[in-house]
């Protein structure tokens, strides 16, 4: 079964850095999903890949899916407040719409 | 505008009850989901749907059940409740085109 490891599992910056967070499949990704949680709450989605060598962005978050489709990195530049949440990557589980995910990286961010 | 929700956000319970973690959803997808998110295992699949009557067993589905009526809802029962389940429980549905999940609010159990 296709398992999805994220690194690392926790994150302390300082505001205005920059940090990248990791997501590594054991299996060919078809599908990458970024989702953001705060604590207490659903999770967010925030960017679709699905493409070798795909890049997106949104605001102050880039994603990118490696060319040969087993790992995905999340970058985030000039770190703020609001980021700070876990980090969730999740895959295409082999059946319609399931999603497996990774443990989740924790951001904190110190203004 | 259309959305997601659960009830209760917050459940304490006793061992050996029956617990009924309710979600509905306006978005019209056919397809939805039931994880549990723990702390050490990330989010775990326990049941999905893909449409009315259809049911389907997931990661960890001992211990728990589902039923799909209509396209709204599909309820989460937890036929005797065990400290084991105590967790947070999140309802998601998606897209058929795109994949995306759209999850709600959470639902937080505690078993005693």
């Known amino acids: 079964s296709q398992e999805l490891e994220q690194s690392p599992q926790s994150l302390i910056v300082q505001e205005g850095k920059n940090l990248t967070i990791n997501c590594t499949s054991s299996k060919t990704l078809y599908g990458l999903y970024w989702y953001k949680q705060k604590y207490g709450e659903g999770l967010i989605f925030l960017m679709m890949?699905?493409?070798?060598?795909e890049e997106k962005s949104h605001e102050k978050i880039t994603a990118k899916l490696d060319e040969k489709k087993q790992q995905s990195s999340l970058h985030i530049t000039a770190s703020q407040p609001s980021h700070a949440g876990i980090y969730l990557c999740g895959a295409d589980g082999g059946s319609q719409g399931n999603l497996i995910f990774g443990k989740g990286t924790k951001l904190s961010v110190k203004p | 505008d259309a959305e997601i929700t659960q009830s209760p956000r917050h459940k304490i319970t006793e061992t050996g009850r029956q617990v009924t973690l309710a979600c509905h959803q306006t978005w019209n997808h056919n397809n939805m989901f039931w994880y549990r998110q723990d702390l050490g295992h990330g989010l775990r699949l326990i049941h999905y749907s893909y449409g009315v009557q259809d049911t389907n067993k997931g990661e960890v589905s001992d211990g728990y059940s589902v039923s799909r009526s209509n396209t709204e809802d599909l309820p989460l029962t937890l036929e005797s409740a065990a400290s084991s389940q105590t967790s947070v429980y999140f309802c998601?549905?998606?897209?058929?085109?795109?994949?995306?999940?759209?999850f709600g609010e959470g639902s937080r159990l505690t078993v005693l």
């Open positions: 998601a549905s998606s897209e058929e085109v795109t994949g995306e999940l759209f």
């Open positions: 890949l699905q493409k070798g060598g």
